[in-house]
């Protein structure tokens, strides 16, 4: 269920992705709320800006254990060229019986119409007119 506070911090997190746009970053923002509705920290996405990726692309990673879903997310968004890992996640979990990964309560999609102004903003800039008017 999202609550009334869920949406103003959705909304909260909206802005920051629109902002993120002024500064030439990709449109998306996010924020950390605590327990008792504080913002924690806020920020958006700077991969461009960071200028990240560079040599990622040529570069191999090495590891003793296969990266669990999230790391994988965050190597492969972080543009590595390679992985190369010793052991599986298979063969991990034979060693960690009993062992099962967190799971967080994960509610939405909510506020398509707000979240989306952001991420057309950035995707399909809007663009003046030309002579004879524009559509319609
Ligand atoms: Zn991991």
Same mark, same amino acid.
Do not use: K
């Given at each position: 269920? !999202?609550?009334?506070?869920?949406?103003?911090?959705? =909304? /909260?997190?909206? $802005?920051?992705?629109?902002? @993120?746009? #002024? &500064?030439?970053?990709?449109?998306?923002?996010?924020?950390?709320?605590?327990?008792?509705?504080? !913002?924690?920290?806020?920020?958006?996405?700077?991969? =461009? /800006?960071?200028? $990240?990726?560079?040599?990622? @692309?040529? #570069? &191999?990673?090495?590891?003793?254990?296969?990266?669990?879903?999230?790391?994988?997310?965050?190597?492969?968004?972080?543009?590595?060229?390679?992985?190369?890992?010793?052991?599986?996640?298979?063969?991990?979990?034979?060693?960690?019986?009993?062992?099962?990964?967190?799971?967080?309560?994960?509610?939405?999609?909510?506020?398509?119409?707000?979240?989306?102004?952001?991420?057309?903003?950035?995707?399909?800039?809007?663009?003046?007119?030309?002579?004879?008017?524009?559509?319609?």
């Amino acid at each position: 269920m !999202i609550t009334a506070d869920d949406f103003t911090f959705l =909304r /909260r997190a909206i $802005d920051i992705a629109a902002t @993120a746009i #002024t &500064t030439g970053d990709d449109p998306y923002g996010s924020l950390l709320a605590g327990p008792r509705g504080e !913002i924690l920290i806020e920020a958006h996405n700077t991969v =461009r /800006r960071d200028g $990240d990726p560079g040599t990622a @692309a040529r #570069t &191999t990673m090495y590891t003793s254990c296969q990266p669990c879903e999230m790391c994988a997310g965050a190597i492969a968004r972080s543009g590595l060229g390679r992985v190369v890992y010793a052991l599986s996640t298979e063969q991990w979990a034979q060693l960690n019986p009993g062992f099962a990964w967190p799971t967080v309560p994960s509610d939405g999609p909510a506020l398509f119409d707000e979240a989306r102004v952001p991420i057309d903003r950035y995707h399909r800039p809007q663009t003046p007119p030309g002579p004879g008017g524009g559509l319609g």
